[in-house]
């Protein structure tokens, strides 16, 4: 078993940051790329960011230079700082891992539960 626990969501204004928290607990032996996606009412689940297992890191354009995400591998988690957050930023923010369970298994993707980041104008 695997399992990704999120935290750090919440009601913000407009302007203002926050941090999100994922961390992968359980049967994990490594983890590859972790990243970050979005969903907002009403529309696809979409790419915000994601990280390699060396700290190369891919960002939407939307979200590019107000975003900043990193990982710590120690503690088999994956952080998302929000900066100059816009109403736009709205949506449920989900981490997924891919993560391998034995030293000869596959890695597969593994999703958080969602944290709901809201921002008021």
């Known amino acids: 078993q695997v399992q990704m626990v999120e935290s750090g969501g919440g009601l913000v204004q407009a302007g203002r940051s926050l941090r999100l928290s994922c961390a992968a607990s359980g049967s994990v032996v490594s983890i590859n790329g972790m990243g970050w996606y979005r969903q907002a009412p009403g529309k696809y689940r979409e790419f915000v960011a994601t990280?390699?297992?060396?700290?190369?890191?891919n960002y939407a354009d939307s979200v590019r230079g107000r975003f900043t995400i990193s990982r710590d591998n120690a503690k088999n988690t994956v952080y998302l700082q929000m900066n100059s957050l816009k109403p736009e930023d709205t949506a449920v923010y989900y981490c997924?891992?891919?993560?391998?369970?034995?030293?000869?298994?596959?890695?597969?993707?593994?999703w958080g539960q969602g944290t709901q980041v809201t921002v008021s104008s």
């Open positions: 990280i390699s297992s060396v700290g190369g890191t």
């Open positions: 997924k891992a891919s993560i391998r369970r034995g030293h000869i298994a596959p890695y597969n993707d593994y």
